[in-house]
């Protein structure tokens, strides 16, 4: 027989702790948006909103968790979400199904107002007294419990239980004081520095997101950058950033401003290990500028609490999600991934005057890659990774940390400052390279199909040629539905259909570095809610659909203002002109000039919602006029592969 720990979200609505060893009763599971789930738990007496951490999803997921479960909470925390209490679960387990709970006759009490904090803490509930809540439910009885029913007498006090709420029936004693040691001083906004750094107050990484203000996380630091100098129309300062890894594998970025930049720069070592409390929790904005596998980034102040701690062998010097070379010329432009290969060839370090850093004087060096699928690529180091004196003529094994994609002749590959470098590291994919170096004839790498125009490879256009799709491969190999991920894809096909029955354009914001779309007020002007600023005219900026086709059959593609004004050869303005004027026969003729062109197309394959029905969207990233010579070698090249 379970019990429910009767009491134990009162005691939390009142602003205390949340213990561990919570038994409660779930009563409603709902899907959010991001791939988090909310539930509603209910502990016999009163109910509340929880947030399961992003580890527990598979177990609704899977179906090991439902409505009317009944579950043993592990490691919890209360939040302030707005006027409510939220409780952050950690760990739970299933142990059992409850009967069906009436959820309006459930008290649901909102979180009381607040009042001042006690100088020591609150007694817990005693239960069994006049008043008190009633009896546990006793689930796997027949008869559903009845929640109103009179408390029995209260008990003699004897032995304490081991869960302060967890009480099967009245002739057990309530536990000691959980909050006794608990420090009173929980104030409410703005980030919280826990005093007690124990491993017992310190949550992985994976389980840090906006709606919890206190935790403490301990995790090594894989990247340190340089100091950095901004300026905006806000200001300027300094900043630099730091990743953390975990001894759970969970990876997070952290950035320094102003006063936490000066404070902290000295202080921070790369490959220690620290504990970290009283940072800003904030969704990634920008994924260009993040090589991470986190939603979130944190943001330290100069009263964030940041404490060195000894070592821990628990915690990996590094994290990899390594992708084969043979692979790149599969991924996202811009993206950053991460790579091993031996180095096969490495230039000497050069320097450059770039003018869109104003003049900076910059230093590079060119490294040739390989790994054992025998392709190879260009990477290019920059500033003092450039400038390091690494034994670069012994071939050595690499690990490269969040390298940047780029498609400039190719594919190729450059460090940034948060970029990491491991030379010959211990890692079990180095020993697999170590293996196909070893098997090279007198030491010398052979020449392999490079993705990049680079010295020390030869491009094989046969080779990119055999990587091609078809319009018909997006089906037959279910693109785009794999693991939540895009797949990327290059094909050449024919425009044959444009939709633009309604305006194939918006109005978007004229400031510098926003595209989003304005609206007209009733003065005229244009409102713009990211900038927060009203503007007299708009641009217009192409949004569009269109269906290819080529041998084997057609898709619908989306084109975007770059792409599509490419295709068409007009900017949207233009085409908005035509119609505000009346010239159909213009704004036509501009559609069928661009019907029946050939093009390289790089798609974006995903799956997605639209309209609560799931479909397969391919957007264009790139559209490239065809190089008849160069296709016609490509198509030599792969025909001779058959001789």
Request: proline content about 6%; aromatic content about 8%; some cysteine.
């Amino acid at each position: 027989m379970v019990s429910l720990s009767i009491g134990a979200i009162d005691n939390i609505l009142r602003g205390n702790p949340a213990p561990e060893g919570l038994v409660v009763q779930i009563l409603d599971i709902k899907a959010m948006t991001n791939g988090r789930y909310r539930c509603v738990i209910f502990d016999g007496a009163k109910q509340m909103t929880s947030m399961p951490a992003s580890q527990l999803s598979e177990s609704l997921q899977g179906g090991q968790i439902v409505e009317n479960s009944i579950v043993r909470m592990g490691k919890v925390q209360s939040s302030d979400v707005g006027n409510a209490k939220v409780l952050i679960v950690f760990d739970w387990e299933a142990i059992g199904m409850g009967n069906p709970v009436n959820r309006a006759g459930a008290t649901s009490a909102p979180a009381p107002a607040a009042a001042p904090v006690a100088a020591s803490a609150p007694a817990p509930p005693q239960y069994g007294a006049y008043g008190a809540a009633p009896a546990a439910p006793s689930y796997g009885a027949p008869a559903a419990p009845s929640y109103g029913a009179a408390p029995p007498a209260a008990p003699a006090y004897g032995a304490p239980a081991s869960n302060p709420y967890q009480s099967a029936s009245y002739g057990a004693a309530p536990a000691a004081n959980p909050y006794a040691n608990y420090a009173s001083n929980q104030s409410r906004g703005g980030p919280v520095v826990k005093e007690d750094l124990s491993n017992a107050n310190i949550i992985p990484i994976s389980a840090i997101n906006p709606y919890s203000n206190k935790w403490t996380i301990k995790a090594r630091i894989t990247a340190k950058g340089e100091i950095r100098r901004w300026s905006n129309a806000r200001g300027e300062g300094t900043l630099f950033s730091i990743d953390l890894l975990d001894s759970q594998g969970g990876e997070i970025r952290g950035t320094f401003f102003k006063d936490a930049c000066e404070k902290f720069f000295p202080q921070l070592e790369e490959g220690k290990v620290y504990t970290f409390s009283g940072a800003v929790v904030k969704a990634v904005q920008n994924r260009q500028y993040s090589n991470l596998k986190n939603n979130y980034e944190l943001t330290f102040n100069a009263n964030s609490e940041i404490r060195a701690v000894a070592n821990d062998a628990g915690i990996k010097a590094q994290h990899y999600s390594f992708v084969k070379i043979d692979s790149i010329n599969m991924t996202e432009p811009n993206s950053t991934i991460d790579v091993i290969a031996v180095v096969k060839h490495a230039t000497d370090v050069s320097e450059i005057i770039s003018q869109k850093m104003g003049g900076r004087q910059l230093f590079k060096r060119d490294l040739t890659l390989i790994d054992e699928t025998g392709c190879e690529i260009k990477l290019t180091l920059w500033g003092d990774r450039a400038q390091a004196q690494y034994d670069w003529a012994s071939k050595p094994i690499v690990a490269f940390k969040g390298v940047k994609v780029g498609d400039y002749g190719g594919r190729s590959l450059s460090t940034s400052q948060s970029s990491g470098i491991a030379v010959n590291p211990m890692i079990d994919e180095a020993h697999a390279l170590n293996q196909f170096r070893a098997a090279c004839p007198n030491g010398e790498i052979p020449v392999g199909a490079s993705l990049s125009n680079n010295p020390g490879g030869s491009t094989s256009a046969g080779d990119l040629m055999e990587r091609r799709k078809t319009t018909s491969s997006i089906k037959d190999e279910n693109l785009g539905m794999h693991d939540d991920k895009p797949d990327y894809i290059t094909i050449k096909a024919t425009t044959t259909y444009i939709k633009h029955d309604n305006d194939c354009w918006y109005p978007a914001c004229p400031g510098e570095k926003c595209s989003k779309k304005v609206t007209q007020t009733t003065d005229g002007t244009w409102r713009c809610e990211k900038c927060d600023k009203f503007y007299p005219s708009c641009h217009y900026r192409y949004i569009m659909s269109a269906v290819v086709a080529d041998h084997t059959g057609g898709t619908w593609i989306s084109l975007f203002n770059e792409t599509a004004e490419k295709l068409l050869g007009v900017p949207a303005e233009k085409l908005h002109e035509f119609r505000q004027n009346g010239q159909e026969t213009d704004y036509e003729k501009v559609f069928q000039d661009a019907l029946f062109k050939t093009f390289l197309l790089r798609l974006r394959v995903k799956q997605e919602m639209v309209n609560d029905e799931s479909r397969v969207k391919a957007s264009v990233m790139k559209l490239d006029d065809i190089d008849f010579v160069g296709e016609s070698r490509m198509l030599l090249e792969a025909i001779g592969r058959y001789d």
